[in-house]
């Protein structure tokens, strides 16, 4: 593939703006403060008058796009000096290296996403001045032919070593046989490893206000051939987990991450999409 035909995923850039919009539209204090993403997406003039990016629209989707990286990013200040590897699958527009390269240099990182969006990204780094530092390691992989866990081992993911990994809005996109062949690879880790996944509730347990964003971001994805097509409910899930070989697993709820991160806010932002988290432990 040429540099010139090397494009990020549309999602992975909408994710971005979303959450330079935090910084924008939302009064402080900031869950998460990320404006790189938008810079290296470098989105064309007029982009927030897109219909994707309405500010009281795509509220929810927002917090939840901000929150689940600050907890993720919260897990890793705590394991930092006892833990020497991260891997987030599905890595995006993801700027936590450059944000806190305090932190983060502290890690083997390991970025997993497919080839373009990974190759675009490489280079936007390098033309934007952030660099690529030698702990910070792309791992380009076809999730339609490719194994990602082979590919992470030979970028030099040591499975024996402890580890924190993310996959973060990934798993509404595969397969239930797909979820749970993550789940259990990622179940051989090394004990003391942390696993943080994103899932979406099935549409009767959710509230109306969450169908209604629901049905937004359903059509969006069926729309751009990237339909969502698993759900799970959190004793679903959890027992995924377990069954899997998981030690521990303990479903985050989005009434805990609004306890946690939005409380007491004036403007009322909370996130209430129907996505939530899965906590595991080695």
């Known amino acids: 593939m040429s540099e010139s035909a090397a494009v990020p995923d549309s999602t992975a850039v909408r994710v971005a703006l979303w959450r330079a919009l935090h910084v924008e539209l939302d009064p402080p204090p900031h869950v998460l403060v ?40 919260d897990l890793l200040t705590e394991q930092a000096g006892r833990v020497g590897q991260y891997a ?11 944000r806190r390269p305090d932190i983060a240099s502290r890690y083997r990182i390991f970025e997993v996403d497919e080839p373009r969006t990974q190759q675009w990204k490489r280079q936007r780094l ?12 792309s791992v380009p992989v076809d999730f339609e032919t490719d194994s990602w866990w082979e590919r992470l081992g030979a970028a030099g993911f040591d499975a024996s070593e402890p580890a ?3 996959s973060l809005g990934v798993s509404m996109y595969l397969t239930d046989a797909a979820n749970r062949e993550t789940l259990s690879l990622l179940a051989r880790l090394a004990p003391g490893s942390t696993v943080v996944m994103t899932f979406f509730l099935p549409f009767e347990l959710l ?12 059509k969006g994805a069926a729309a751009e051939g990237t339909p969502f097509i698993s759900f799970y409910s959190p004793d679903e899930m959890v027992e995924m987990a377990r069954a899997a070989g998981f030690a521990e697993a303990r479903h985050i709820s989005a009434d805990e991450l609004n306890a946690r991160y939005f409380a007491g806010r004036g403007d009322g932002l909370h996130t209430t999409n129907g996505e939530e988290l899965l906590v595991a432990t080695t």
């Open 34 to 73: 990320d404006e790189i993403g938008m810079r290296l997406a470098d989105p064309a003039d007029g982009w927030r008058e897109r219909g994707d990016m309405d500010p009281v629209g795509t509220s929810r989707f927002r917090a939840s796009i901000v929150v689940r990286s600050r907890f993720v990013e």
């Open 88 to 98: 987030l699958l599905g890595a995006g527009l993801e700027t936590f290296p450059q």
């Open 126 to 137: 390098i033309e934007t001045g952030y660099g690529l530092p030698e702990w910070l390691r």
């Open 164 to 166: 924190v990994v993310a």
């Open 207 to 218: 509230d109306e206000q969450a169908r209604s964003g629901h049905r937004f971001s359903s």
